[in-house]
């Protein structure tokens, strides 16, 4: 699977300065970060409504144009595939695989790592007004 998608990324790098009128993926990127971002976002809905409603198929399908548009906002923020096989690993050390990291302050085992990565800000997409959580 991970060369599948290190295959698709180094597809997606060289894509990217082809011509826009030609190449989803150039067209994508002479688009900009939000248009990438939104193009997951609806891919990801579309993975979510299909797996609601049953078809195993669709989500198949679906999933694939999902990875696809992971791979071009990967790009697009200088992130490579060894990057998040390294976090996941990193994650494997701490719970196993199939757990995530929570997001409260719950203790997790130390883990030796070369460096202390800061919190990102989160920011909202484009057009979107911040919703304040109680």
């Given at each position: 699977m991970?060369?599948?998608?290190e295959r698709l990324?180094?597809?997606?790098l060289a894509a990217r300065d082809l011509d826009p009128a030609t190449s989803r993926t150039a067209r994508?990127?002479?688009?900009?970060?939000?248009?990438?971002?939104?193009?997951?976002a609806e891919e990801a809905i579309e993975v979510v409504?299909?797996?609601?409603?049953?078809?195993s198929e669709a989500v198949i399908r679906e999933s694939a144009d999902l990875l696809y548009?992971?791979?071009?906002?990967?790009?697009?923020?200088?992130?490579?595939?060894?990057?998040?096989?390294?976090?996941?690993?990193?994650?494997?050390d701490?719970?196993?695989?199939?757990e995530k990291l929570p997001k409260s302050s719950m203790k997790l085992p130390k883990v030796a790592s070369p460096r202390v990565a800061a919190?990102?800000?989160i920011v909202a997409l484009?057009?979107?007004?911040?919703r304040k959580r109680h």
């Open positions: 991970s060369d599948s998608l990324y180094l597809a997606v994508l990127f002479q688009r900009g970060p939000s248009q990438m971002a939104k193009k997951l409504i299909d797996a609601v409603n049953g078809d548009n992971l791979t071009v906002l990967w790009a697009s923020a200088g992130v490579r595939p060894e990057d998040v096989w390294r976090e996941m690993s990193r994650r494997e701490m719970l196993g695989i199939a919190r990102r800000p484009e057009g979107r007004a911040a």
